[in-house]
Nanobody
Framework: QVQLVESGGGYVQPGGSLRLSCAVSQFPLDYYAIGWFRQAPGKEREGVSCTSGSDGKTYFSDSVKGRFTISKDNNKKTLYLQMNYLNPEDTAVYYC??????????????????WGQGTQVTVSS
């Protein structure tokens, strides 16, 4: 099972930006599909993005499309979630997850075997 460590969460005002990091142990990033998920208090977990290692494609949920982007540093085995134009509805604990498979069409439902510990993102004025 791969170890994942998220970082970069914090407090930001509406309209601001944050960059989350997901550092992966063991194998190169290309081995995995890496997803970002979030969960706000009292709400169901939501799939935010998924990046397929096999073809490099990234998928975003409709709620973040156009505001969030993905980048990666293969040498550091780290995937970054750049979050721009944040609003209070983005407040949640953000998790990265990994699985040795492509994202597929059902990535938002989960099915990832390895999860990080989560990092809190709070958007408030």
């Amino acid at each position: 099972q791969v170890q994942l460590v998220e970082s970069g969460g914090g407090y930001v005002q509406p309209g601001g930006s944050l960059r989350l990091s997901c550092a992966v142990s063991q194998f190169p990033l290309d081995y995995y599909a890496i997803g970002w998920f979030r969960q706000a208090p009292g709400k169901e977990r939501e799939g935010v993005s998924c990046t397929s290692g096999s073809d490099g494609k990234t998928y975003f949920s409709d709620s973040v499309k156009g505001r969030f982007t993905i980048s990666k540093d293969n040498n550091k085995k780290t995937l970054y979630l750049q979050m721009n134009y944040l609003n209070p509805e983005d407040t949640a604990v953000y998790y990265c997850a990994a699985e040795v498979r492509p994202c597929g069409t059902s990535w938002q439902k989960g099915g990832f075997g390895s999860w990080g510990q989560g990092t809190q993102v709070t958007v408030s004025s």
